[in-house]
Structures are given as C-alpha cells and as structure tokens.
C-alpha cells in the first residue's frame, strides 16, 4: 500500500522556464501508525518563483544539504522529457 502512495507522485516537477535550481528529496509513504514505509523514492523539483534551492524546500541552506546527485536527477529529467538532450557539470562548483 504504501508503494501505492509513492507512485502517486511525480519523479519530476520542474517549470518548464525555471532557471534550475532544484532539490533531490527522498519521499517516504507514510504508515497509519505514524511511521515512514521503508519503501522510498527521489523526486526532483524545480520552480521558477524559488530563489534559493531551500525556497523549494522549504528549510535550511542549500550548503547545508552538500552536493546533489546530478546523475540520479539527469536520469529521471531524461525519462520525462525524451525529446530533450540533457546534461550536467560540476565545473564552477
């Protein structure tokens, strides 16, 4: 059941113009106990209207979260928008 619930959400949720500044978060199903389902997923959000990556969030400092897997991002932007190429770089960082 909590599988279920985790499917319901989307991998990826991006504005289409956003300038990609974006979180990778670990989502949890929540139990009727109150407790986190050991099955989890990635999502990868992105929105125009956030400034800063805990904008998107919702708490902290994007320092304070240390550096995304952008390979783990890349993929799932690249299964939800097959007509794009995609890519990423650490370089500047």
Same mark, same amino acid.
């Given at each position: 059941m909590?599988?279920?619930?985790?499917t319901q959400i989307p991998d990826v949720d991006i504005d289409?113009?956003?300038?990609?500044k %974006?979180?990778?978060i670990r989502v949890h199903a929540g139990?009727?106990?109150g407790a986190l389902a050991?099955?989890? $997923?990635?999502?990868?959000?992105?929105y125009r209207w956030a400034e800063y990556h805990s904008d998107v %969030?919702?708490?902290?400092?994007?320092?304070g979260y240390g550096r995304a897997q952008h390979?783990?991002?890349?993929? $799932?932007?690249?299964a939800?928008?097959?007509?794009?190429e995609i890519t990423w770089a650490n370089d500047g960082f």
């Open positions: 909590a599988a279920a619930k985790l289409c113009d956003s300038d990609f %974006y979180v990778l139990l009727p106990s050991r099955e989890s $997923k990635e999502i990868m959000s992105s %969030y919702g708490q902290g400092y994007s320092m390979s783990v991002s890349t993929e $799932k932007i690249k939800r928008y097959l007509d794009y």
